[in-house]
């Protein structure tokens, strides 16, 4: 069965870093596009960045480009969020995501909380 497993959340201060990370397994993880998603408190869940199959090409949310990179290694099935410059309002609970099949599979999250 599918699963994602994030790791690397945590409590940092604005302007800090942190790397969350994605472990997957169940699916051919070297075929199909990754992406990561938040939720605040009170909002509905959006999309903060995607990356292709091959790592080729990456897309990200406006309010997280120029500070946020996606990066995936296929080898560990595995998939990254670099996040810099941290703000107070990308505090959030983070979620790994993959659509197989038409099916779209999340991990359990990661909380990120940025204090000011």
């Known amino acids: 069965q599918v699963q994602l497993v994030e790791s690397g959340g945590g409590l940092v201060q604005r302007g800090g870093s942190l790397r969350l990370s994605c472990a997957a397994s169940?699916?051919?993880?070297?075929?199909?596009?990754m992406s990561w998603y938040r939720q605040a408190p009170g909002k509905e869940r959006e999309l903060v960045a995607t990356i292709t199959s091959t790592g080729g090409t990456t897309n990200y949310a406006d309010s997280v480009k120029g500070r946020f990179t996606i990066s995936r290694d296929n080898a560990k099935n595995t998939v990254y969020l670099q996040m810099n410059s941290l703000k107070s309002e990308d505090t959030a609970v983070y979620y790994c995501?993959?659509?197989?099949?038409?099916?779209?599979?999340w991990g359990q999250g990661t909380q990120v909380t940025v204090s000011s």
């Open positions: 995501n993959a659509r197989v099949f038409t099916v779209n599979y």
């Open positions: 169940g699916f051919t993880f070297s075929r199909y596009v």
